[in-house]
Structure formats: structure tokens, C-alpha cells
């Protein structure tokens, strides 16, 4: 639940995360999302209505958010990282996209908290025709954002140059996926289209949670030889990586209809950019090997083949 300063327990607050947790949310996600909202709800009561919140009222939170001084995982003191910051405007969306759906806001906050943005075709979220999506308002992105992915390579310089680099539309999400999540390489040549639950959960699928999530198996009937060696288990992703499995899945469906050959495989990651009898068919450790090597090359630091980009991520 969510109490005021003064004791008195917040009663749409309260509905609000009564409602994430009927809805299946992870206990994790709605105890992080409840936190979040809880300062954001204390922080207006100090000066406002949160129903009558404003975008500059966002906008400044979160420059509040920023520049708290917190306590880092290393004992040292300094600020929130750029896409911290982001997670906590996220859960402050979700907690307007309940209340406007309860009717209870007095303005149009969230529409204005997305707008539409078109990425131009080349550059690495565009894929190669450019796309439209809707992203949070630029009011309310960090400046630094576009430079803050997840840190799973120490030097900055190398993050930002593989962030950047322009790949085709699965090497995206392939590095994407295992960039944020940390999964083995051998786990992502494991996983079938049925594990991924970028859509949340449903009774049909058996899985109770609704956040973008996919599952990590370990007796997948693989058709490429790869294994998973690590524990099963259930991992939410971060709605970019959505967008970049999206973007893969329509680039699938459009290659293979061109070469006519029937979509059939199970995996998530098939062969796309490769001679016309393999395409389809599961991608290989050594394709992604391959591609590992590209990127090295292409960024000018050394991602020492697939499997090193396993103990980067766990650094
Ligand atoms: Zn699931």
C-alpha cells in the first residue's frame, strides 16, 4: 500500500498496486513500480494535485529524480544513471495509464507523456525502410539517454559505437536481447518463437505474467545443435527490445515470403542474410560468431567471440 507523510494510506495508489498485482505482475515489478510512484505521489503532495499534473510537472520530477544524490551498488555516493531515471518515468506512466482509465485524471497528461517519432532508414532503430513509433515525449528522455545502453561493456566509448551501429534488423535484435538480458548465446539459439512473450502472458499460454517477458528452456527440440546450459527460467524485458523484436519479426515474415520459402522453424533466430538453401532454417553458433567478429571489427574493440559476450554482461 501507499501511506502519506501524515500517515493516511493513498487510496488510488493503493487500488493501483492492488491492480498490478491481480494483473499478474511480477511481486518484483510491482514492489520497484510501487516504490517509484509512492516518492513521485509525495513529492506532489508537497505542491499539487497528481490529477492535475502537468508535463512541465513531469518533466521537472524527473529532473528531481536525477539529480537526488543516492547511494551506489559500491558504497559510493552519486546520481541515477540515465536509464534508471527512465524506469522511474515508466512507472509513473503506468500508474497514469491506470488512473485515465479509471477517469480520474482532470487533463490529457497522458497522451502527451508518448509522441510519435520517426526513425529514418539506416540508422540502427530505422532497420532499412525507417519506422514509426511512439516513444516518451522528448521532455521527458534524458539528454544523455541515446548514450546510457546497458553498461555490459566497460568501456563507454565501445558501448555507445555498437549502440550506434548500423545492423541488419535481426543482428539488431540478436545483440539487443543479449546485451540487456545476459542470456548465453547458446540459450538465444535455444529459444522458439512459443517462449517469447513480448505480449505478456495469457491463460491460453499458461503464464500469469503480463509484463513483456520470454522464457529461457532448456529442453527446446533444437534443429541447430545449440544448448542451453544455463537454469530455466523467466526474464522481463525492456520495452526497446520489444520494438526490436517486432521490427525482426515483420523483416523475417518480408525476406522469407521474397525467397518463397515457408516459414517453418520454431526458433526465434533463423538464417536470413545467408545463400537461399539455408535461409530459414535455425541461425548457428558460428553465425553469431561471425557476427561477433563483425562487430568487433566494425566498432574497433575486441568482443572476443560469442561466448565472451556472456561474462561481459555479468560484469
Ligand atoms: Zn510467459
Not at 15 to 31: F, V
Not at 224 to 249: C, Q, W
Not at 258 to 287: C, I, K, Q
Not at 301 to 315: E, F, N, Q
Request: hydrophobic share 40%; net charge positive.
Amino acid at each position: 500500500m501507499i501511506v502519506d507523510r501524515d500517515g493516511r494510506m493513498h487510496s488510488e495508489g493503493t487500488a493501483w498496486l492492488q491492480y498490478l498485482s491481480d494483473s499478474g505482475r511480477s511481486p518484483h515489478t510491482a514492489r520497484e513500480y510501487g516504490r517509484r510512484v509512492a516518492w513521485y505521489l509525495s513529492w506532489c503532495a508537497q505542491t499539487m494535485d497528481w490529477r492535475k499534473a502537468t508535463l512541465s510537472h513531469i518533466a521537472l520530477w524527473r529532473r528531481t529524480v536525477a539529480a537526488a544524490p543516492v547511494v551506489k551498488t559500491n558504497g559510493k555516493p552519486g546520481t541515477r544513471s540515465a536509464s534508471t531515471v527512465r524506469l522511474w518515468i515508466v512507472a509513473v506512466r503506468s500508474f497514469y495509464e491506470w488512473a485515465d482509465a479509471h477517469e480520474l485524471l482532470g487533463t490529457d497528461l497522458l497522451s502527451r507523456m508518448t509522441q510519435l517519432k520517426y526513425f529514418a532508414p539506416g540508422t540502427p532503430a530505422g532497420g532499412e525502410f525507417g519506422v514509426t513509433r511512439r516513444v516518451l515525449a522528448d521532455s521527458l528522455r534524458c539528454a544523455a539517454e541515446g548514450d546510457c545502453p546497458p553498461q555490459w561493456i566497460t568501456d563507454a566509448g565501445a558501448r555507445s559505437n555498437l549502440a550506434d551501429l548500423a545492423l541488419p534488423l535481426r543482428d539488431r535484435f540478436l545483440v539487443d536481447l543479449l546485451t540487456t538480458t545476459g542470456i548465453r548465446v547458446g540459450e538465444a539459439l535455444s529459444l522458439f518463437l512459443a517462449d517469447v512473450h513480448f505480449g505478456g502472458g495469457s491463460r491460453q499460454l499458461r503464464c500469469p505474467h503480463l509484463d513483456p517477458h520470454f522464457h529461457v528452456r532448456v529442453g527446446n527440440p533444437v534443429q541447430n545443435g545449440a544448448r542451453a546450459k544455463g537454469r530455466p527460467r523467466t526474464l522481463f524485458v525492456h520495452r526497446d527490445v520489444v520494438e526490436s523484436y517486432i521490427d525482426y519479426v515483420l523483416e523475417r515474415r518480408d525476406v522469407l515470403a521474397a525467397a518463397s520459402v515457408r516459414d517453418s522453424s520454431p526458433h526465434v533466430f533463423v538464417n536470413l542474410y545467408s545463400e537461399p538453401r539455408w535461409l530459414g532454417r535455425a541461425m548457428t553458433y558460428n553465425s553469431v560468431k561471425r557476427l561477433m567478429d563483425r562487430c568487433s571489427r566494425d566498432i574497433g574493440y575486441d568482443l572476443t567471440g560469442p561466448h565472451m559476450v556472456r561474462h561481459i554482461v555479468s560484469a
